[in-house]
């Protein structure tokens, strides 16, 4: 019986990695800071403690933000498997290769591929809509609980009485503020908060569902799709089904 022979495909370029483990680890930064806040009551929380639990979260926010903007500035500039065409499942080729793959698990053969196989696709998509709903949101959330940007000053200035500086207010003290403005502002606030919570827990559920088909998939396949994240590097048995053209013609 003929040995398989394995061979080094360079895949994720530095740019792709350095988003994804800055993405890893401020997403569980703020999911972490997240479950404390919403548990604040329970926690004994003071109100000075869950304001300066809030800043952080706010700073830990703009980084996931920012490096989510580089993602898509990555998605049309990048490398072959950072572009959107090889990551979301919006190709013309998706429906029979994902019908293709899922034979593939089946019959015990899976196909291999460098970039993300159609379900990692269509995990991807998942993951970004609840990325970039979370970054909106909390960008939102931001400006209305501590009057930071982008929307602050103009929160500032809604709530803000006549005759007080809308810079000089404190997050969290409603002395400061004009009782009716600040009102109709919590009321602009509430969609976005529940929304953000609602988007929390299902964040929650697709990191872990992402989490466990990468562990599954590097159990059965022993193909790198781990340590690809750390070198760029997959190490396949086979000739993967999307290598690129340019490759083949090598």
Known sequence: M???????HRVWDRGIRWFHW??????LALLGIGLVIYNGKALGISGDAKIWLKELHVWIGYVFALNLLWRVVQGFRGSHFARWRATLPFSRDFLPELRAHLG??????????LGHNPLGRLMVLVLFLLLFAQAITGLVLAGTDLYYPPLGSWIAQWVAPAGVEPASLVPGNKSMVDATA????REFRSPFISLHILVFFALLGAVS??????????????????SAMFTGEKVLPEQPVDIPEASLEK
């Open 2 to 8: 003929q040995q398989a022979k394995f061979v080094v």
């Open 209 to 226: 569902l992402h989490v466990a088909g990468v562990v599954i998939t590097e159990i059965k396949q022993r193909v790198g799709i781990i």
């Open 22 to 27: 800055i993405n890893v680890v401020s997403v």
């Open 182 to 185: 600040w009102a109709e502002m």
């Open 104 to 113: 593939s698990l089946r019959s015990g053969k899976p196909r291999h591929y």
